[in-house]
């Protein structure tokens, strides 16, 4: 297996490309008949034996133009990936259990349009595209997460069958694509219901006054005697208090039942982090090892999720989930 492993990098080039573009030169790609194709030559060394046999003239004329369309079809097949150019796009983070995509830029300088070109990785679906003549075009391709980590999905394999679908062309481009995926939240009581969880002084005893909402301010502190008097189209006024600082959350692993296994307890904290946020909360995240200050907003929201995600594996940066 080592060694078949070792022909296959070398045979296919299966190692992750380091250059951008990628550019599929004749290297690159691989050309074999189909089974219909092999089927087309079957019939066509049948209906030889046949002219021969019977001396047949125009029998011979009808099988080489046949073989002549076929090896047409060939040179088409080959051409309809030779020269395609290829950028790899930002992948964004899922949740597990979701697909991910992976955006793939494709670049045509031809005057041909290059049609009938597909994308799949291995054991996974597939999506195709027809690229214009000296145009562009770009195609998402989807991958099933099944676990939380750093997502590297491995090669891509594109493919066509165009024009006559006698044979199959196809090429092993790898880009260094990685993706993160979450864990996949439950949504279990969260520690925003319980006072003793809440941590700083919520300086709340005096009224300091009025001011327009904005988008991080919590819905409690809404004064709502005030929406009925005024129109759509003002903004609701928060109320101000003096004194102490905003209350904090904390998302806390030592808060969830000891009886949860690892994987169960990042999920019930993936599940607090999207409440505390919808909430729009400052909430900050305690894992073994390490500790993310309290703050709200979609980058806040991001880094709790991703440490979540990558929490326990070695080199949190750079850690791998091959699951090509």
Same mark, same amino acid.
């Given at each position: ?13 299966? /190692? &992750? ?80 259990? $979701?697909?991910?995509?992976?955006? =793939? ?71 260094? #694509? ?17 006072? $003793? ?34 129109? $759509? ?12 600082? /905003?209350?904090?959350? #904390?998302?806390? #692993? ?7 296994? &690892? ?8 599940? #607090? ?34 440490? =979540? ?16």
């Amino acid at each position: 297996m080592p060694r078949l492993a070792a022909l296959q990098r070398w045979l296919f080039r299966l /190692a &992750p490309d380091e250059q951008s573009p990628i550019v599929l030169n004749q290297r690159r790609i691989f050309i074999v008949p189909t089974r219909a194709g092999v089927l087309f030559a079957v019939v066509l060394v049948v209906m030889l034996i046949g002219a021969i046999n019977y001396n047949l003239s125009l029998g011979h004329a009808l099988i080489f133009l046949l073989a002549g369309l076929a090896i047409v079809a060939m040179v088409h097949t080959f051409y309809n990936l030779f020269g395609l150019r290829l950028t790899a796009g930002r992948v964004p983070a899922v949740f597990a259990g $979701d697909a991910a995509h992976f955006p =793939l830029q494709l670049e045509n300088a031809r005057r041909q349009t290059r049609r009938a070109l597909e994308f799949c990785f291995a054991g996974q679906a597939s999506c195709s595209v027809n690229l214009p003549a000296e145009g562009r075009a770009s195609v998402a391709i989807p991958f099933a997460t099944q676990r939380r980590g750093r997502l590297d999905p491995g090669r891509v394999t594109l493919l066509t069958r165009y024009p006559l679908g006698l044979f199959r062309a196809w090429s092993y481009p790898h880009p260094r #694509w990685s993706c993160i995926v979450y864990p996949q939240p439950i949504r279990a009581p969260s520690p925003t219901m319980h006072a $003793d969880h809440l941590h700083g002084d919520n300086g709340q005893e005096d009224f300091a006054g009025l001011r327009p909402r904005q988008l991080s301010d919590s819905t409690r502190h809404i004064a709502w005697k005030t929406v009925a008097r005024r129109s $759509d189209e003002q903004p609701h006024l928060v109320k101000q208090f003096a004194g102490g600082a /905003a209350e904090e959350l #904390w998302l806390d #692993w030592s808060l969830i039942a000891s009886e949860c296994g &690892p994987e169960e307890r990042l999920s019930i904290l993936t599940g #607090w982090v999207l409440a505390a946020e919808e909430a729009q909360a400052r909430y900050g995240l305690k894992l073994p090892g390490k500790q993310l200050a309290p703050g709200q907003g979609d980058a806040h929201r991001a880094s709790c999720l991703q440490a =979540l995600a990558l929490h326990g594996e070695s080199g949190e940066n750079t850690a791998s989930i091959r699951q090509a």
